[in-house]
């Protein structure tokens, strides 16, 4: 019973480690994406 709940706490942790992580990549991925469209655009209009 209390490996159980220890399993579970360990489970919520984990899920919000990835999460996170996930979380983080989408905004690096997003960031990225933004600067090099805007990069493109300064290209084109030189």
Do not use: A, G, N, P
């Not at 984990?14 to 933004?34: D, E, G, N």
């Amino acid at each position: 019973m209390v490996l159980m709940l220890h399993l579970v706490k360990e489970l919520k942790e984990l899920r919000f480690l990835l999460q996170l992580s996930l979380y983080r990549t989408h905004v690096i991925y997003s960031l990225s994406i933004t600067l090099i469209s805007y990069l493109v655009e300064i290209d084109c209009q030189l």
